[in-house]
């Protein structure tokens, strides 16, 4: 691992000198963090290029395998109890993936689909509380005829412990980060062409979601880049990827400031998670995805996993998903 720069930690809201630490080689679109309690260790999957990767900061061991499938892999999370089994995205679908975390190839096979939408596929993923898995989707990225990208064909669903899918909201055009508040009362969700964070009334028990509301308008505070992944620390503050951008920003969800700037050698920021032993290590994913040369040139390290120490904030385990594998065959 190399540090780009000296650690320094102060409590005001301004762009802060954090000691950022690349700890991983490039990917071409790195994606969805997930500390995983039991093994110590951060997950995430490079996605088109259908690579599951596994970090462990305790042995600084960098180790990845490639899923031998057709479609792009979006997501990875550890099955509840389960050891070295995850669920994963597979375009459209929900597949599981058993892998060592040393080997460079795994096991897969596809168990169901979620969104039968044609031409779409499943974007981020992340369990709530409960381990109920929430999960979006989005349509093709590019429209052959136009040109333009394909806007609000997606929607965002949660699949219960028997395989039951619910859709929780339509019309969105590309689903990404997921979020729920310390006390589990509202879930915080990122559809990126709507520009904004909402804010969603939540109960656990049942997944309802209601009385969405914009709770951070990135036109409204002059904020470049696109809204893409999130996590949430314990105090409550959202930490915002942004992508086509070189930084991911921390905001008070109540108050809707800007608290901090956090920069990186990158252009494209895709998402973010806490981890390490005590829970005080961010780790980005980044992105190289059709980037220029000139992009390239000015922010080398595009596609990147950084670890950012010092941030004076603690996050939150990565839940496991809790399903019945079964029930879903």
């Given amino acids: ?33 997930h500390w995983h309690q039991c093994t110590q260790s951060l997950y995430f999957v490079d996605l088109h290029k259908k690579k599951i990767n596994k970090y462990h900061p305790e ?28 669920l994963v995205g597979l375009g459209p679908a929900i597949g599981i993936v058993r892998w060592n975390g040393c080997s460079n190839t795994a096991e897969y096979r596809y168990l169901k689909t979620v969104d039968k939408t044609p031409g779409n596929r499943l974007n981020d993923a992340k369990a709530d509380a409960s381990g109920r898995l929430w999960v979006g989707s989005m349509g093709p990225e590019i429209d052959d005829n136009s040109g333009q990208y394909h806007k609000c064909r997606g929607s965002l669903y949660s699949v219960d412990f028997d395989g039951t899918v619910t859709k929780r909201l339509p019309n969105i055009s590309i ?37 969405g509301k914009v709770i951070f308008d990135f036109r409204c505070k002059n904020i470049t880049g696109d809204p893409d992944g999130m996590t949430i620390d314990t105090d409550g503050n959202l930490w915002v990827a942004c992508f086509n951008s070189n930084h991911i ?36 994913t980044t992105a190289s995805y059709q980037t220029t040369d000139a992009q390239k040139s000015k922010l080398p390290y595009s596609g990147t996993l950084f670890r950012v120490l010092g941030t004076c904030s603690t996050g939150f385990n990565g839940v496991p998903v809790k399903i019945n594998l079964c029930a879903l065959n």
């Fill in 1 to 33: 691992m190399e540090s780009c720069c000296p650690n320094k930690c102060s409590s005001a809201p301004s762009k802060i000198n954090y000691n950022i630490q690349r700890v991983s080689p490039p990917l071409e679109l790195g994606e969805g963090p």
């Fill in 59 to 86: 042995t600084s061991c960098y180790t990845t395998a490639t899923i031998d499938c057709c479609d792009p892999l979006t997501f990875i999370i550890p099955v509840d109890n389960q050891s070295n089994t995850f």
């Fill in 175 to 211: 689903s990404n980060g997921m979020a729920w508040s310390p006390d589990n009362k509202f879930f915080y969700y990122i559809d990126t062409y709507k520009y904004a964070v909402e804010a969603y009334n939540f109960d656990l028990a049942s997944g309802n979601i209601s009385n």
């Fill in 249 to 284: 920003i921390k905001i008070n969800p109540n108050t809707s400031s800007v608290l901090t700037t956090i920069e990186f050698p990158a252009y494209q920021i895709t998402s973010a998670a806490f981890g390490g032993p005590n829970l005080d290590q961010l780790y980005v």
